[in-house]
């Protein structure tokens, strides 16, 4: 079974325009977190893909493996499927750009689950983690999910999912943590799919997966991962480093 690791990244940001190419340390965010995907040894390759002539440069003139995007995409899984519809691999990974204090441990996980999946009856593998705080639950920017007795996903929603109705029968809520792992043939079915209309609603590009019949096995984790979405993430990141 061969494992890749891509990386999606877009040069514009709106929150913070340009962040993958802002010093950390003496390297570049994007340049370091590609490096912490190689160091975990997990993959069998790793590629960066970017809309960015200055993203693709960095990454080649500094040994790495970057792929430019032919088309505009809305989705990661867009952008991932063209550049990986040529390539002979089975498990792609999807590796979030601005996260370049990459934690091996659930990455394993996902993988994990392709390894264990011997009748491949799993298309998507993805983690969530428990949340309890009232604000968290009720946060949109919270996507929960929600899981049948096997650990295939329900639905997502950034609503509150399940609601709490009675609330004495011990619900669990799940917070999406949005590291993929897929079957490369999913990820191709994907990028062929039109949006229906629970994506569209949502947001989320999770649920065009669901809404055609793919299975989503979530895995449970503690883990939070540490994004750089803002300026003052950058220098909590500089800090850290």
């Given at each position: 079974?061969?494992?890749?690791?891509?990386?999606?990244?877009?040069?514009?940001?709106?929150?913070?325009?340009?962040?993958?190419?802002?010093?950390?340390?003496?390297?570049?965010?994007?340049?370091?977190?590609?490096?912490?995907?190689?160091?975990?040894?997990?993959?069998?390759?790793?590629?960066?893909?970017?809309?960015?002539?200055?993203i693709?440069?960095?990454?080649?003139?500094?040994?790495?493996?970057?792929?430019?995007?032919?088309?505009?995409?809305?989705?990661?899984?867009?952008?991932?499927?063209?550049?990986?519809?040529?390539?002979?691999?089975?498990?792609?990974?999807?590796?979030?750009?601005?996260?370049?204090?990459?934690?091996?441990?659930?990455?394993?996980?996902?993988?994990?689950?392709?390894?264990?999946?011997?009748?491949?009856?799993?298309?998507?593998?993805?983690?969530?983690?428990?949340?309890?705080?009232?604000?968290?639950?009720?946060?949109?920017?919270?996507?929960?999910?929600?899981?049948?007795?096997?650990?295939?996903?329900?639905?997502?929603?950034?609503?509150?999912?399940?609601?709490?109705?009675?609330?004495?029968?011990?619900?669990?809520?799940?917070?999406?943590?949005?590291?993929?792992?897929?079957?490369?043939?999913?990820?191709?079915?994907?990028?062929?799919?039109?949006?229906?209309?629970?994506?569209?609603?949502?947001?989320?590009?999770?649920?065009?997966?669901?809404?055609?019949?793919?299975?989503?096995?979530?895995?449970e984790?503690?883990?939070?991962?540490?994004?750089?979405?803002?300026?003052?993430?950058?220098e909590?990141?500089?800090?850290?480093?």
């Amino acid at each position: 079974m061969k494992v890749i690791a891509v990386i999606p990244a877009r040069y514009a940001s709106t929150r913070f325009p340009a962040k993958l190419m802002q010093d950390l340390g003496g390297k570049t965010v994007i340049l370091r977190t590609y490096e912490a995907a190689k160091n975990t040894n997990l993959f069998d390759d790793v590629f960066v893909v970017t809309d960015s002539d200055l993203i693709y440069d960095e990454i080649v003139s500094n040994g790495g493996k970057a792929i430019m995007s032919i088309k505009e995409h809305e989705s990661g899984s867009d952008r991932i499927a063209e550049a990986v519809a040529n390539l002979d691999v089975d498990i792609v990974v999807n590796v979030q750009g601005d996260e370049p204090f990459i934690n091996k441990e659930p990455l394993e996980k996902v993988i994990e689950v392709f390894k264990n999946d011997a009748d491949k009856k799993v298309d998507l593998a993805s983690l969530m983690r428990e949340i309890a705080n009232e604000e968290d639950i009720n946060n949109p920017n919270n996507v929960k999910v929600v899981v049948d007795q096997n650990g295939f996903a329900l639905y997502f929603s950034r609503s509150v999912i399940p609601y709490p109705r009675e609330v004495n029968v011990g619900v669990r809520y799940f917070q999406h943590i949005g590291i993929y792992a897929f079957r490369k043939q999913a990820l191709l079915d994907f990028y062929s799919l039109p949006m229906k209309s629970l994506e569209a609603s949502e947001k989320l590009e999770q649920l065009r997966y669901l809404e055609f019949g793919k299975r989503i096995k979530m895995v449970e984790t503690t883990h939070v991962g540490i994004g750089i979405d803002t300026p003052e993430d950058l220098e909590k990141a500089r800090k850290m480093l």
